[in-house]
Structure formats: structure tokens, C-alpha cells
T-cell receptor, first 112, second 114 residues
């Protein structure tokens, strides 16, 4: 069985501070992992993906994530938060076929 | 530009009424999906289709129906049997049988009960 756990349903950071959104996964087969962002009343946009080519993955808008097999983690980071980063972030897993397993999401708030 | 179009953006359903949500894509993707999003629960899979004229139930298919008569279109009907239809509905598509490829999402339809 596959699962994704996002630690912290709400994360608040100051503008300019480090953003760290945590994601742990469980998969019986080599995983493919994605981070998506969702702004209010919109669909999900792909931030980045891990497909086994490189463990450190860079995405759009200055985000990156590191795949750590030993820790079964795929945490999302950004060195300096911007007000426009305020949104909901989803960690997503596929371990076979096209079906996705979603985390429950982390709402990021960026404060002045 | 290629993408996925969902319509309408907002939809209201009366008791006992069926409503249909539209999803159209011009990405030439074989696989299409419908998800339901409720606050704090992430996204749950309703139905998916890997090829025209074929579709499978997802995790919460009861009270919903779909069709896949054309590659570009995957409409979702919320039937009167769905007793709690208020939610945000998202359609997605991707290349079939390619788990390393991301899904592309539409902008969603918000369904409410009158």
C-alpha cells in the first residue's frame, strides 16, 4: 500500500525566511514523487517532480526538494519566502500505474 | 496553448437533480481523471479513464457517473444518489501508463446545494 504524510497542515513563515514543508512517503515499489501548489479556487500546478534521475530536484519559483530514500522523505524548501508563495501545497506519490496518492496538504502562510 | 478546461466554474444543484460537469483537454492525453476535494482531506479519486470508451471507478465513485466517448472529453455527472455533493471538483489528464509523468489539472468546478 502507498501513503503520503504531510507533517503540519498549516505552516507560517515570515517573508524572507526559509520555507520547509515536510513530506514522508511509504511505497512498496520505487516511487515517483511530485509537489503541487494550489492557489484559492484554482487547480493544482506542478512545482517539481522526482523521477529517480537526481535526488535534489529544482522546480519553479525557487523551490527545490530532496529525495532521501533512507528517511522516506521528500521535503520541499525555498530559501526565502515571498508573499506570493502563500498557497496550499500537496505532496503526491505514484508507485505504479497512473493513480496518484495525495497528502492532505499544507497551507503556507507568509507574514510581513 | 494546451490545457484542460473545466466548466462551469460554479454550479448549483437542487435536491433530486443530476448535474454534469464538463472537462475538455487538448493535450492529446489518453488518461483522464476526476477528483473531489474537501477541506482538510486532500484529493480523492472518483473515476478515471485510460482510453476512450473505457473507465474505472476510483475510491469514491458512488453517486457519480462518467463517459468517455472522445479522447478530449471526460464529463462527470453528479447524480441525485450523491447525498453530499458540495465540494470542489478537479479534472486532470496525463500520458497513459507513465507514472513518472505529472498530471495536468483544470481550474475546477465548485458545486453547491441550493
Amino acid at each position: 500500500a502507498q501513503s503520503v504524510t504531510q507533517l503540519g497542515s498549516h505552516v507560517s513563515v515570515s517573508e524572507g525566511a526559509l520555507v520547509l514543508l515536510r513530506c514522508n512517503y511509504s511505497s512498496s515499489v520505487p516511487p515517483y514523487l511530485f509537489w503541487y501548489v494550489q492557489y484559492p479556487n484554482q487547480g493544482l500546478q506542478l512545482l517539481l517532480k522526482y523521477t529517480s534521475a537526481a535526488t535534489l530536484v529544482k522546480g519553479i519559483n525557487g523551490f527545490e526538494a530532496e529525495f532521501k530514500k533512507s528517511e522516506t522523505s521528500f521535503h520541499l524548501t525555498k530559501p526565502s519566502a515571498h508573499m506570493s508563495d502563500a498557497a496550499e501545497y500537496f505532496c503526491v506519490l505514484t508507485g505504479g500505474g497512473n493513480k496518484l496518492t495525495f497528502g492532505t496538504g499544507t497551507q503556507l502562510k507568509v507574514e510581513l | 496553448d494546451g490545457g484542460i478546461t473545466q466548466s462551469p466554474k460554479y454550479l448549483f444543484r437542487k435536491e433530486g437533480q443530476n448535474v454534469t460537469l464538463s472537462c475538455e483537454q487538448n493535450l492529446n492525453h489518453d488518461a483522464m481523471y476526476w477528483y473531489r476535494q474537501d477541506p482538510g482531506q486532500g484529493l480523492r479519486l472518483i473515476y478515471y479513464s485510460q482510453i476512450v470508451n473505457d473507465f474505472q471507478k476510483g475510491d469514491i465513485a458512488e453517486g457519480y457517473s462518467v463517459s468517455r466517448e472522445k479522447k478530449e472529453s471526460f464529463p462527470l455527472t453528479v447524480t441525485s444518489a450523491q447525498k453530499n455533493p458540495t465540494a470542489f471538483y478537479l479534472c486532470a489528464s496525463t500520458i497513459a501508463r507513465a507514472p513518472n509523468q505529472p498530471q495536468h489539472f483544470g481550474d475546477g468546478t465548485r458545486l453547491s446545494i441550493l
